[in-house]
């Protein structure tokens, strides 16, 4: 009972935390929320919207005036990204930022082989993120719900990998890249149709900042 109540205060402030700053702008969210979370508040409203890439990086959120300095350059990153993958779903959250590119944009129906299209979709966002060295690159991977569970949970995953594993080859260094697989557990669409079913086959790319980018915000900050 203790640990419930203590997750549900820490959800509960959150949410006081996050209406609070409707008014502010991204980077201004991002100092005030990683200031007042952690990985624990992280995970709880990650598991609470069913948004996973949300919680992750709420979790890893360093606040105050060095949350700030990241947010800024996390923006930055955004808008390049928009301008060079318009087809992905951008969206910047506290510190980070969630690119989405659906299954539409990468792989064929039940594939998890890379389309002409797919490559050159990811050929424009490698340039971004090389430009951004100092990220960690999370990818998740996740399935609609036509198909049993062990097998798009094998799915998410191969595809998650084969994103990975074709970012390296484009110069992304292989020690700021990690993967997931949801399989159908976490849709954000609706799976009773044609088209929220083909949005729920995506994979999201979860940028946040590495420790070198930390430390140098840091001191930053502190001159």
Do not use: W
Not at 4 to 10: A, D, K
Not at 18 to 23: D, H, I, P
Not at 196 to 206: P, S
């Amino acid at each position: 009972m203790k640990t419930f109540r203590n997750l549900t205060i820490i959800f509960l402030s959150a949410a006081l935390i996050l209406q609070g700053c409707a008014s502010m702008n991204k980077t201004q969210k991002g100092a005030v929320v990683g200031t007042a979370t952690g990985t624990a508040m992280g995970a709880v409203i990650g598991r609470a919207s069913g948004n996973t890439a949300l919680g992750a990086i709420i979790g890893a959120a360093v606040g105050g005036a060095a949350g700030a300095v990241i947010g800024n350059q996390m923006d930055k990153q955004a808008e390049e990204i928009k301008d060079k993958v318009p087809e992905a779903k951008v969206e910047r959250v506290g510190e980070g930022i969630v690119v989405e590119l659906s299954s539409q944009i990468l792989f064929g129906f039940d594939q998890s082989d890379l389309s002409a299209d797919a490559k050159s979709n990811l050929d424009q966002l490698v340039t971004v993120l090389n430009e951004y060295p100092d990220t960690n690159i999370e990818l998740q991977g996740h399935t609609d719900s036509k198909g049993s569970e062990s097998y798009n949970q094998n799915l998410s995953e191969k595809r998650a990998s084969t994103v990975s594993g074709y970012l390296a080859t484009k110069g992304i260094n292989n020690t700021r890249l990690s993967i997931k697989g949801f399989g159908e557990t976490l849709p954000k669409y609706d799976n009773n149709t044609d088209e929220g079913r083909a949005q729920n086959r995506r994979v999201e790319f979860l940028i946040s900042a590495n420790e070198k980018m930390i430390e140098e915000a840091k001191k930053e900050t502190a001159q």
